[in-house]
């Protein structure tokens, strides 16, 4: 199936690239996921101490509303970012075809966005940052499996079969993700993997998948 370029997918994709290239390359790493991460206790307190690194060399920190969008460009290592940007340009690109550039970005942001709430909620007081792509990229993964799964027949009203469909994803991915957080209990840090992130940029993605693609081909 020879796709439409997937221009929003390759811009998210090469920034996201870049703003890990320049942190890398200017060993400024901690202080960018300290500056620009999503840090809960900033919501929910105000104050965060910051890093002694942070102290020293006057660094500020992101306005908190832009760091759920900040968060997605920073990353904890080559393989974080690797993994990340794989199935984002393979399951982007698909998606985008299907309900544009201008849904693709709304899908992202949006999806940036309610991963963040969903951490917040898993620990409002939590004094580190959240950072990478990974909830953002849920929400990709989202939509791309409401559009382009299996649909399953379960009931013969399409409108309850799309209900059943979006469901039965959601049941999987929740449970996919509580296996993983259980694989990594106690790992510094739950392991690193912000479990409630990756569900709630999952359920907008199913949430969104529709109405984006509605949206694409009405305003066409």
């Known amino acids: 199936m020879q796709l439409p370029p997937a221009r929003a997918t390759l811009t ?3 920034a996201t690239v870049a703003a890990w290239l ?3 390359a200017t060993g400024m790493d901690d202080i960018a996921a300290y500056a620009g991460g999503f840090i809960p206790a900033r919501f929910s307190a105000d104050v965060v101490p910051p890093t002694l690194e942070m102290a020293v060399r006057g660094y500020g ?13 920073l990353h904890g290592g080559f ?10 340009g393979f399951c982007g690109r698909f998606v985008e075809a299907a309900i544009g550039a201008r849904g ?7 999806g940036a966005y309610v991963a963040a709430f969903g951490h917040y909620l ?8 959240m950072i990478g792509a990974s909830g953002a990229v849920s929400a990709v993964i989202g939509a791309y499996a409401l559009l382009y799964g299996e649909k399953r027949r379960t009931f013969a009203n399409r409108r309850l ?3 059943a469909n979006a469901l039965w994803l959601a049941a999987a991915w929740v449970l996919l993700q509580l296996m993983v957080g259980l694989a990594s209990w106690g790992g510094e840090g739950g392991g690193g993997i912000a479990i409630a992130a990756h569900i709630g940029g999952y359920f907008a993605g199913l949430a969104l998948a529709q109405p984006l693609l509605l949206l694409r081909y009405r305003r066409a």
């Open 12 to 14: 998210i994709l090469g």
């Open 22 to 24: 320049l942190a890398t």
């Open 61 to 73: 920190f992101v306005p908190k509303w832009l760091t759920p969008l900040t968060a997605t460009l």
């Open 79 to 88: 393989i974080h970012i690797a993994f990340n940007m794989l199935i984002l």
């Open 104 to 110: 693709m970005v709304i899908l992202y942001v949006v």
């Open 122 to 129: 898993a620990g409002p007081t939590q004094p580190w940052p």
């Open 161 to 163: 079969n799309q209900l």
